[in-house]
């Protein structure tokens, strides 16, 4: 059993306290926020500015992505729906009813991505309604980023404020 206890201390799965959580939750909105609708935010910041080449570039990117999400939401929205909502609802159980920091962790990381996609669903509905080129859907690809970033550092301050609470609750417990 040493191995083991070992191996345990070292991957620590108190999820607030561990460093990696932190870097993971930072590498996620960071990315997020970043990748627009699939598209790298620096290509559309060129694309607007230069034109050209570069905006054909973007306004592809857009359109795939954005064809492919919707194509996956209107084939079988029900049923990702339904099971998103059975596993966000059991980890809601096993984090706050039986109190387990691990799926409150989850929870904190997964809960606000939920936000992200329906907000980029209803993003790619507009920009398909609106022709999706040229300023139109750079500015549609900017508001969606300032969404995703609001989104994000809420989820960001609601997580360090738990996480440090939970964390001051369990050195008091201890």
């Known amino acids: 059993m040493d191995v083991l206890d070992t191996a345990l201390e070292v991957i620590d799965l108190r999820s607030f306290s561990n ?71 059991a980890l809601l159980v096993l984090a706050f009813w039986y109190d387990i920091e691990f799926a409150q962790a989850l929870v904190l990381l997964m809960a606000p991505m939920m936000l992200v996609v329906w907000a980029s669903v209803k993003s790619s509905r507009k920009i398909v309604a609106e022709g999706g080129t040229g300023e139109p859907l750079f500015r549609r690809l900017t508001i969606h980023r300032r969404i995703v970033q609001v989104i994000g550092m809420l989820s960001i301050t609601v997580t360090a404020f738990y996480g440090t609470w939970q964390n001051l609750s369990v050195s008091i417990l201890n």
């Open 19 to 89: 460093l990696w959580y932190w870097i993971a939750l930072a590498t996620l909105w960071s990315s997020v926020s970043h990748w627009v609708l699939g598209v790298p935010h620096d290509m559309i910041q060129r694309a607007r500015r230069e034109g050209g080449q570069a905006q054909t570039d973007v306004e592809d990117l857009v359109r795939i992505n954005i064809n492919r999400l919707l194509h996956v939401v209107d084939s079988g929205a029900w049923m990702l729906v339904g099971v998103a909502a059975f596993w966000l609802s």
